[in-house]
C-alpha cells in the first residue's frame, strides 16, 4: 500500500483559494483543477524508480532515465476526472482506469458502480484521483 503525503506549498495554497471562491467561473477552476493537479503530481511522484536506458543523442550515445513501472490514473469518477488532464501533461505514457462510487445516503457507506483498469495495472504504479474540495453534501 502507498502512503498518504501531505502537501503544503504557497502556488497550492494560491491555486486552492481560487477554486473554492464561490464566484470563480468554469474556466478558471477548471485550470485551476489542472494546475493544482500536476503541482500535485510533481511532487508525489519523486520517489518513482527510474532505470537506464541507452539513446542516441545529436553529438553522442549516451545513458538516461526512464520510469521503471507503467503509471496507471485512477480517477473516482466524476470529479477526479479534471485532475487526469494536468498529470498527463506531466507523464503522457501514463495509462488511465476508472473507479465510480456513490454513498448511500442511509448508511453513508460507499458504493462501486464502476471498475475498469488496463490490463496491467497490477504491475503498474497507479495515481488514484480524488479531490476533495469541502463543498458539502
Do not use: C, W
Not at 17 to 30: C, L, S, Y
Not at 66 to 86: H, S
Amino acid at each position: 500500500m502507498g502512503k498518504l503525503i501531505h502537501l503544503r506549498h504557497p502556488l497550492l495554497e494560491h491555486k486552492l483559494t481560487h477554486i473554492r471562491e464561490k464566484t470563480t467561473d468554469t474556466k478558471t477552476f477548471r485550470e485551476n483543477v489542472s494546475e493544482i493537479s500536476a503541482l500535485m503530481a510533481y511532487e508525489i511522484t519523486r520517489d518513482l524508480t527510474t532505470r537506464p536506458q541507452a539513446i542516441e543523442t545529436p553529438l553522442k550515445p549516451m545513458t538516461g532515465h526512464v520510469l521503471d513501472k507503467t503509471v496507471v490514473l485512477v480517477p473516482i469518477l466524476r470529479a477526479g476526472l479534471g485532475m487526469v488532464e494536468g498529470i498527463h501533461r506531466l507523464i503522457p505514457t501514463a495509462k488511465v482506469g476508472h473507479i465510480g462510487l456513490y454513498r448511500d445516503e442511509t448508511t453513508l457507506q460507499p458504493h462501486s458502480y464502476y471498475v475498469k483498469f488496463p490490463p496491467d495495472v497490477a504491475a503498474a504504479t497507479v495515481l488514484l484521483l480524488d479531490p476533495m474540495l469541502a463543498t458539502g453534501g
